[in-house]
């Protein structure tokens, strides 16, 4: 399985008895696999097995799926909402009696807002929700497979600009590599010139000056942070090829990979050594930005 991406979009339409519908699905990064359904009233029963085909198909990413269903015109009805008919009487005979105003008339009553509402077709019985809430699902499985087709065509993209930013965290390895070589012969030119002024003044006494000159070195060498930044650069190429959804592991390694730049550049004695650590420490912040698209 290739790289996969956590963004995408895509979308799906279907029918039933003059309706239409249509799913749009849209996904960004997430820590984990966060589903939101968009639905209109009366479609609260699709959520649960909606969420199984989401879960059927990712593993991370925040999704956004929202339903809009057409019905024409002809098909839609008009009903007087009870509730709100009675609340407006009640209203009405208030009014009435506390000023002696001629009772409203019934056209007044129905023309205020809430009072008449213009309802979709729904199926009456059971059976036929059942049909239509499969149909919408269906046109639904429909649109999460072309919002993972979208997601993978992402992550081929993303494949290889994480192959060139590791590329590039590997020669600034390199480069920090054979300029930390010549740093123990700069650093000890350096302090022998120090050492022979302090010497020549007096105001050292010699076994206190190799101490200090023996902690410098130690403090000055950076093999280890290069070994390991060496051993990164691998293993994130072995996440790329594996073909499993590796985000989470990715994000971790440009972890890994900041705290040896971090340490690279506190030790480094030398401008150019320091240079191309941030360069590196640049480079690794591009690579963790886009491993974070990563499912």
Excluded: Y
């Amino acid at each position: 399985m290739a790289l996969v991406s956590m963004t995408g979009f895509a979308d799906a339409q279907g029918g039933r008895d003059g309706a239409r519908w249509r799913w749009e699905a849209k996904s960004v990064n997430g820590k984990g696999l966060d589903l939101r359904l968009r639905t209109p009233p009366g479609f609260d029963a699709i959520e649960p097995p909606a969420r199984m085909l989401a879960n059927e198909r990712f593993r991370r990413g925040s999704i956004q799926a929202t339903l809009t269903i057409e019905v024409p015109e002809s098909a839609r009805g008009l009903r007087i909402d009870a509730v709100a008919l009675a609340s407006a009487v009640r209203i009405a005979q208030e009014i009435a009696t506390e000023t002696g105003l001629p009772p409203a008339r019934i056209d007044g009553l129905l023309a205020l807002k809430g009072v008449i509402v213009q309802d979709d077709v729904v199926p009456a019985d059971a059976a036929a929700r059942g049909e239509r809430d499969a149909g919408i699902l269906e046109t639904l499985a429909a649109a999460f497979d072309a919002l993972a087709r979208a997601r993978r065509t992402e992550g081929a993209k993303l494949s290889a600009v994480l192959a060139a930013q590791i590329g590039e965290i590997e020669r600034l390895t390199g480069e920090a590599g054979r300029l930390a070589a010549a740093q123990p012969a700069a650093l000890r030119d350096k302090l022998a010139a120090q050492l022979k002024e302090l010497l020549d003044a007096g105001t050292v006494a010699e076994d206190r000056l190799a101490q200090e000159v023996a902690l410098l070195a130690v403090r000055g060498d950076v093999r280890e942070e290069l070994d390991r930044l060496q051993s990164h650069v691998q293993e994130a190429r072995a996440l790329l090829a594996s073909g499993e959804a590796v985000g989470r592991k990715l994000d971790f390694l440009a972890q890994e990979f900041n705290r040896e730049a971090n340490t690279l550049c506190s030790k480094s004695a030398d401008i150019q050594l320091t240079r191309t650590g941030l360069a590196l420490k640049a480079a690794i912040d591009q690579f963790r930005e886009q491993a974070q698209n990563v499912e």
